[in-house]
């Protein structure tokens, strides 16, 4: 049997199973044709107002509307400018000279560049030689209150937002009855660096503010973390955060105004962390994230 006599013969089988008499060619109506998506709108909402309320009330794209499946080019277009900042902040570096125009001691972690501080995070966590010894020369020592300042993961959100949270938690920490030792600048600064700063200057706490890890559009945000009775090592467990400090977020004025009322709660319980929850730790209400 040949290739062209088994087809005819299927067809003849099918033909016969769905009740077919004759082939006829099976037409289907067609839909006009139209270059690239369909854009689908969203259905008119109930209340307008409301929709925009809500929209006004974050920066989170909500209630876009799309094209089929996909964004809409508007939208896709923000996610990549918005990219591009996270990329921008991970990349910023502090320029020479900028932390002494703070009043800021300058110190550097023993990471040799940017590079190193990515891969190598526990290069970022201790100080290099020459730092240790001007922290030691230069440093207040015995403070309450520790301030460190570090660029972190955004050395933009630093710029942008440090001097202003500085300012603030100085004021507040003072009037909250806290000897302040004067603030230091770690350059390539992981959270762990405060811990040798504070076993290096015999401080009772120490605060240190670095940039945080940059989201889709958040590369100015900034994060506080405290510590008290500082030590090399010493468990995440023992520390509190108060994070995205930044306009958008929680305001550098209101941060240090939370952060001095938190350092006064740390001092009373005799440590900071799970100390502050009794041991619960589902319990955290001093660690904030607005």
């Known amino acids: ?8 013969l299927v067809a003849d089988v099918v033909r016969e199973v769905v009740g077919v008499k004759e082939d006829r060619p099976v037409v289907r109506e067609q839909e006009p044709l139209r270059r690239g998506p369909h854009h689908r709108p969203l259905p008119s909402p109930r209340n307008p107002e409301a929709i925009e309320q809500l929209r006004a009330s974050t920066p989170s794209r909500i209630v876009t509307g799309r094209t089929g ?22 990349e910023s570096e502090i320029a020479d000279g900028w932390p002494e125009q703070q009043g800021w001691v300058p110190l550097r972690t023993r990471a040799k560049d940017h590079a190193e501080f990515f891969l190598h995070p526990d290069q970022g966590r201790r100080l290099d030689d020459a730092s240790k010894a001007r922290c030691e020369k230069d440093a207040d020592r015995g403070v309450d209150v520790q301030l460190i300042a570090g660029d972190g993961l955004s050395a933009h959100a630093l710029i942008t937002n440090g001097p202003a949270l500085v300012k603030a938690l100085q004021q507040h920490l003072a009037g909250a009855g806290f000897r302040v030792g004067k603030p230091l600048f770690v350059k390539y600064a992981r959270i762990g660096v405060q811990d040798e700063i504070g076993v290096l200057t015999q401080a009772k706490s120490t605060v240190i503010i670095v940039g945080e890890r940059p989201g889709l559009g958040t590369g100015d945000s900034l994060s506080i973390y405290t510590a008290y009775g ?10 509190d955060c108060i994070s995205n400090v930044r306009d958008l977020g929680f305001a550098p004025e209101r941060a240090a105004a939370r952060c001095a009322a938190l350092m006064k709660d740390t001092f009373k319980a005799g440590g ?15 660690v904030v994230n607005h």
């Open 272 to 286: 900071g962390g799970v100390k502050l929850t009794g041991g619960d730790p589902a319990f955290r209400p001093h």
């Open 230 to 239: 500082p030590k090399l090592g010493q468990d995440n467990s023992e520390k």
């Open 1 to 8: 049997m040949t290739e062209d006599e088994l087809r005819r």
């Open 69 to 90: 499946t996909r964004y809409l080019t508007k939208s896709y277009l923000g996610l990549r400018a918005d990219h591009a900042i996270a990329l921008d902040a991970v």
